[in-house]
C-alpha cells in the first residue's frame, strides 16, 4: 500500500491534472496521477482550438486567463524545456452585422470592467491587423495580449517535468470511486488498487461527475461534442487568433503553417448526454458546417486542403463557467472540471492556483466565483 500513498492523488491526466502535478511537485510535494485512457491527455487537452485568451470570458474566471497571460504563459517554455508555440499577437473576433456588434460590445464592456486591454475596431483597423479577411467583416473585438499555443506539446510538457520532479502517472486506470476516511477524503479505488492521499484533485473532465458522485457531489455538467480540422500547410499569413460573435469557427495558424479550426454543426445539441447525433461520428457533419462559415470569413483559405480532423466532448458546466477549488463538505477533495471549452488557455494558472490552495491553504487569484458552494440553494 505504500507505493500507493501520497500527498496528492490527482484523478486525470489532461493538461489540468499534469499542470497540478507540476506546481505541487515543484513545491516538494509527492503526487500520483492516474489516467483513465492508456495517454496522456488524450480528452479535451488534445482535442481543442489552442486560444490562450482572456477576450470572451466570463468575468469570474478573467482573473485567472489575465494571470497566466501575464505571469505564467511568456516564460512557460524555458520553464518547461519545450517550445509550446505560443503566440501572443493578439485575438479578434469578428463581426458582420448590428446583431454581431452588439454581442461583441457586451463582451467588450465586461472585460474592460474587468481591468482587460481589449476595444471594438471597424473594417479599416481590421485589414490593417489582418488583410486576409473577407470585406464583409465590419467589426470586431482586438485584444491585443491574447494569443494561442500547442495544446499536445503544452500537455506533454507538464506531464514530461513533472516526471523528472518525481509524480507518478499511471495510465489505464479509471477511478471507480472516492472514500471519505473519518469525515475526510482519503482514498481514491480503481478496479484493481487503492490509492491514498491527503488531498485529492478530481480533474477528470466529463468524468468527474460520476466519480465525484461517489462522495455526494454533483457538479452540473453535460456533454458536448466539438470538432477541429487541420489543413495542409500554407505560406505565412498571420498570427492572431481568430474567432467570430456567434463562434462559428475559431483558430489559428500553426508555426508550421497549417491552419487548425475548431467549431460546431449545431445538431450536438440535440441530445447534451448520449444521443446519436452527440458522437463523433458526426464528422461527416461537422467540419463541412465549419468550413463553410470559415470561407465566409476568411476566403483566402477557400482552396485549402483538409489533412485530418478529430471531435472530443467539452464538459460544459450549466452556467458557462469551470468549477474549481475546495468543497466544503468533503474536506481533502479539490474539484477541477466543468471548463466549458475554456481550459487550455487557463491552464497553467488553473495547474498552479491549485497547488497554492492544497499548500498555502489560499490562492492569489481571487477564484471564489468558480467554488462548486455557487450551486447551493439562496436562503
Not at 463582451?107 to 483597423?125: K, N, S
Not at 482514498?187 to 485529492?200: F, I, R, S
Not at 466539438?226 to 460573435?245: I, K, R, S, Y
Request: hydrophobic share 35%; proline share 4%.
Amino acid at each position: 500500500m505504500e507505493k500507493n500513498k501520497a500527498d496528492v492523488i490527482i484523478v486525470g491526466g489532461g493538461i489540468i491534472g499534469c499542470a497540478t502535478a507540476y506546481y505541487l511537485s515543484k513545491r516538494g510535494r509527492s503526487v500520483i496521477v492516474l489516467e483513465a485512457s492508456d495517454n496522456i491527455g488524450n480528452g479535451g487537452s488534445s482535442r481543442n482550438g489552442g486560444g490562450v485568451r482572456q477576450s470572451g470570458r466570463d468575468p469570474r474566471e478573467l482573473p485567472l486567463a489575465m494571470y497566466g497571460i501575464k505571469e505564467l504563459w511568456p516564460g512557460l517554455a524555458e520553464e518547461l524545456g519545450v517550445n509550446c508555440e505560443y503566440h501572443k499577437d493578439g485575438n479578434l473576433r469578428l463581426g458582420k452585422n448590428d446583431k454581431h456588434k452588439a454581442i461583441l460590445q457586451g463582451l467588450t464592456d465586461r472585460a474592460v470592467a474587468c481591468g482587460l486591454d481589449v476595444r471594438m475596431i471597424d473594417a479599416e483597423e481590421i485589414k490593417k491587423i489582418n488583410p486576409y479577411l473577407s470585406d464583409e467583416v465590419t467589426c470586431a473585438s482586438w485584444c491585443p495580449t491574447d494569443g494561442h499555443a500547442n495544446p499536445m506539446v503544452t500537455t506533454l510538457a507538464f506531464y514530461r517535468k513533472a516526471r523528472q520532479q518525481g509524480v507518478r502517472f499511471i495510465t489505464g486506470e479509471p477511478v471507480e470511486r472516492l472514500r471519505k476516511v473519518r469525515g475526510r477524503l482519503k482514498e481514491v479505488y480503481t478496479k484493481e488498487n487503492v490509492y491514498e492521499g491527503d488531498y485529492v484533485v478530481v480533474a477528470a473532465g466529463y468524468e468527474s461527475r460520476p466519480i465525484l458522485a461517489t462522495v455526494g457531489v454533483d457538479v452540473p455538467m453535460h456533454k458536448e461534442l466539438v470538432e477541429c480540422l487541420v489543413t495542409e500547410a500554407e505560406p505565412h499569413m498571420f498570427d492572431q487568433m481568430l474567432g467570430t460573435a456567434e463562434a462559428d469557427f475559431y483558430g489559428h495558424q500553426s508555426d508550421h503553417g497549417s491552419f487548425v479550426f475548431g467549431g460546431m454543426s449545431g445538431l450536438e445539441l440535440d441530445n447534451k448526454d448520449t444521443g446519436a447525433k452527440n458522437s463523433p461520428g458526426n464528422a461527416a457533419i461537422t467540419a463541412p458546417c465549419i468550413c463553410r462559415g470559415i470561407m465566409k470569413y476568411f476566403p483566402a483559405l477557400e482552396n485549402a486542403k483538409i489533412v485530418r480532423t478529430w471531435a472530443g466532448y467539452l464538459d460544459v458546466c450549466q452556467d458557462g463557467v469551470p468549477v474549481l477549488g475546495f468543497v466544503d463538505e468533503v474536506p481533502g477533495l479539490v474539484v477541477a472540471c466543468a471548463f466549458t471549452g475554456h481550459g487550455f488557455g487557463i491552464a497553467p494558472a488553473v495547474g498552479e492556483q491549485l497547488a497554492r490552495l492544497i499548500i498555502d491553504g489560499k490562492t492569489t487569484v481571487d477564484i471564489s466565483g468558480l467554488r462548486y458552494g455557487r450551486f447551493k440553494a439562496k436562503i
